[in-house]
């Protein structure tokens, strides 16, 4: 008896649902009352229509127990059991138990597998797969055709029974003679030698095709050790186109090493030049916005001249100075003069035009004219807002020589 039986086996009863707790230290001294009751439990969950009767107070009623209990087993199971150590009670009666509840426990774990599969079948009717089913579809096929065949042959027998019944009775019946069953054991020595005989004429054959076989593996090893020397000798052996194979490898590794070079150098260079376009243009959009900015803030300072010029022409009305006047508006005149040098040569210093290449392009020519024109516009501007001030000076200059004229008159006076 071993600890691992005698715990596989009390799991296994708890397992199988029997009613009574067992314990691992029921088995260490005989314990027959047990042993019967475990053995009538598993026989009545085997089969529940058995009768085999339960006493077991003598020696005689427990013999018959035991007896009934293996052969009921070895017929319906084919479970052979050793009533001897089932009779003992011990821990070698666990042995003999754990055969009978293995099975039942084996039958159990496969009938909960069964039916866990025809759940998930139920769930998943869609899912079935025929494909796995085939092999046992075969086998059912085969013992199926076993059967039917067996039963026939047993049909058969069984008609041919009354028969032989009388044949076996005769024999049975008649006497046994010396001299036959002397000639029946000579024929039967005579077969068994004639066997022994081919087998030692097969012996002698293996032996020669041995003996064949070792031949064939000495001739493929030195075909093989052959095949290596010459393998050897062609590795040593330099071919002739070598030295130029190596020529041209280096000179292609140097080729692609430049390619490389000078790939990276192309890819730089573009995106200089890309970078480099990039902030003309921004410069170009810097000095379009700043140049709409004097643009407006011009003709904002002209209307407020304008309207400022309006004002001065309503205070000559009151009293004033005639030399005060031609200087204030001496000074704005300066002061607008300045104002347009100052953004002219803000906008004049924004731009930038260059190339990197030497020499005169067609391009250079074109910012050249470009230039010009653009020297032109401002000198044109800068005419345009001097006429414009001359305008408005003379409109002044005309209110304020009206004022006058009392003046005159009161020298005349004096």
Known sequence: MSFRDLRNFTEMMRALGYPR?????NFHTPNFMLVSEVLLWLVKRYEPQTDIPPDVETEQDRVFFIKAVAQF????????????RLYQADGYAVKELLKVTSVLYGAMNTKGVERADVSEEDSSKFKFDLGSKIADL????QLASEITSKGASLYDLLGKEVELREARTESIARPLEINEAEKMMKIAIDCVLEQVQKTKDMLSNV?????????????????????????QTLQSVRPAFMDEY?????????????????????????QLLD????????????????????QNRLKEEEQHLLKSGNNDDSDVEIQEDEGSDSEVEDRQIMKRRATMQTLLQGRAGARIVGTMQGGDTEEDEDSGDSEIDLD????????????????????????????????????NDF
């Open 73 to 84: 087993m070895a017929t319906k199971a084919h479970i052979k059991l050793n009533t001897k």
């Open 275 to 294: 970078d480099h376009r990039r902030t003309e243009q921004e410069m170009f959009e810097e000095a379009a916005n700043m140049l709409r900015l004097t």
């Open 21 to 25: 707790l067992i314990s691992m230290e």
């Open 207 to 231: 032996a020669l095709d041995e003996a064949n076989l070792e031949a064939k593996i000495e001739k493929r090893k030195l075909e093989l050790e052959r095949s290596q020397k010459r393998l």
């Open 138 to 141: 075969k086998a059912a096929r």
């Open 376 to 411: 032109e516009d401002e000198d044109e501007e800068e005419d345009e807002m001097e006429d414009d001030s001359m305008e408005i000076s003379p409109s002044k200059s005309g209110h304020r020589a009206r004022k006058p004229e009392p003046l005159e008159e009161s020298d």
């Open 246 to 270: 190596e020529k041209i490898e280096e000179q292609l590794q140097k080729q692609y090493s430049s390619y490389l070079e000078k790939f990276r150098n192309l890819t730089y260079m573009e």
